[in-house]
């Protein structure tokens, strides 16, 4: 778990790299549908994705409306600290920040993420995971996507013709066989 001096026990639970995040907040009475229709609309914003791809941190994160649609569902794993998380949805201006923004200004007392409350706001109404696991924890989000494009691009080799002879290599053979598997 996280500790700075200025927050001293941030919520939390680690595995590996990352860290899972999840806030539940009370839906303001007759936003109900309002805040279902701005989730449905920012899922198909085709920029999201892309958006998310600048943070460079998020590993996944999902919304949900329970208890017969009265609270607000927020669950998300990460890289790095809780604080440095919480500062990349307030300065980033792309639509997964504006997603981040719309859906809790939906919620009771949300104070808006770029207000000085905020981390107090958070804090207060996030809960801790009973226990926390990943299937692959190590890896960042940025060490996962350089291995897929490495992976992308070993496979063009692969694929190549004109790479065979280099393939032939004694040196290559480790690769190969994990590549065929």
């Not at 609309?41 to 996944?60: M, N």
């Not at 200004?105 to 226990?131: F, K």
């Not at 790479?163 to 004694?170: D, F, W």
């Amino acid at each position: 778990m996280e500790t700075t001096k200025e927050y001293p026990k941030r919520k939390g639970l680690k595995s590996g790299t990352r860290t899972e995040f999840t806030v539940i907040g009370k839906i303001k009475p007759g936003h109900e549908q309002a805040l279902r229709e701005a989730i449905k609309r920012r899922a198909a914003d085709p920029r999201r994705i892309e958006d998310a791809k600048k943070f460079g941190t998020i590993h996944e994160a999902r919304v949900t409306l329970i208890d017969n649609d009265t609270r607000l569902l927020f669950c998300s794993s990460f890289d790095g600290t809780w604080d440095r998380y919480i500062d990349d949805f307030a300065v980033a201006d792309n639509a997964v920040s504006q997603s981040f923004t719309e859906f809790w200004s939906h919620v009771e007392g949300y104070p808006g993420i770029t207000d000085p409350s905020i981390r107090d706001w958070l804090t207060a109404h996030q809960y801790e995971a009973t226990a926390y696991d990943s299937s692959y924890p190590e890896p960042t989000v940025k060490q996962i996507w350089k291995a897929l494009e490495l992976q992308h691009a070993f496979q063009q080799v692969l694929d190549n013709p004109e790479a065979e002879q280099a393939l032939q290599h004694p040196a290559l053979k480790p690769l190969l066989d994990l590549a065929a598997t």
